[in-house]
């Protein structure tokens, strides 16, 4: 088991604090990783998730796009507002034309 495996499975488990889970989002967007992006954007969308990592989930999530210079709107548009404010804001410092590209509106 990796890096990646230990902070994806910190994510997910329901029974690990908040303040772990909120790292463990922190720290999975500096990975370039399929297991990190679908572990984040599965709490991005997940209404029933806890509203304390929406932040750290939507940003590492842009940082990820970012970085492969690849954007989902449909997966942006399924997110929580939580994660689209933080989605957004990331992207207007870091790809802004995205921002017209993707005709995104401030959540």
Do not use: H, T
Request: net charge negative; charged share 35%.
């Amino acid at each position: 088991m990796d890096q990646v495996d230990l902070l994806v499975e910190i994510l997910l488990d329901k029974n690990a604090s908040v303040a772990e889970r909120d790292d463990a989002a922190m720290y999975l967007g500096e990975y370039d990783d399929d297991r990190a992006l679908a572990a984040l954007i599965k709490i991005c969308v997940d209404k029933s998730e806890d509203e304390f990592i929406f932040a750290n989930c939507g940003q590492s999530v842009a940082s990820i796009w970012v970085k492969r210079n690849k954007f989902n709107k449909k997966i942006y548009d399924e997110m929580v507002p939580e994660s689209q404010w933080e989605v957004y804001y990331y992207i207007n410092g870091n790809k802004p034309e995205w921002i017209k590209e993707y005709e995104l509106q401030r959540p």
